[in-house]
């Protein structure tokens, strides 16, 4: 069997309301690891939990944007020529792109 990183062990007494009370913590920050949120309360004394669910939504719609942009720049390749119709559809992805990042800024 491999060796600890620690090796040392601490245990403690909690009653039934403060069992409860840790387990909720850990769930409104999402872990079910007892010994890593012991460890971090004790040791910081408070964890920061960062919601980044905007985040991911603004960069799956930058994605949808980027993809749309692909589309019209490999028809303009394929064709070798720019419609004024393919530069606006640019522009307007590109407008959409700034107007997210403003919103959610």
């Given at each position: 069997m491999?060796?600890?990183k620690r090796a040392i062990q601490l245990k403690?007494?909690?009653?039934?309301?403060?069992?409860?009370?840790i387990e909720e913590k850990m769930k409104i920050i999402g872990?079910?690891?007892?010994?890593?949120?012991?460890?971090?309360?004790?040791?910081d004394g408070y964890i920061i939990k960062v919601d980044y669910s905007e985040q991911r939504k603004?960069?799956?719609?930058?994605n949808k944007i980027g993809v749309n942009i692909n589309q019209v720049c490999k028809r303009i390749n394929e064709t070798g020529r720019a419609f004024s119709e393919d530069v606006a559809e640019l522009k307007s992805r590109?407008?959409?792109v700034w107007q997210l990042l403003k919103s959610k800024l």
């Open positions: 491999a060796e600890r403690l007494w909690v009653d039934e309301n403060e069992k409860k009370l872990t079910r690891n007892f010994g890593a949120y012991a460890r971090k309360m004790l040791i603004l960069a799956a719609e930058v590109m407008e959409d």
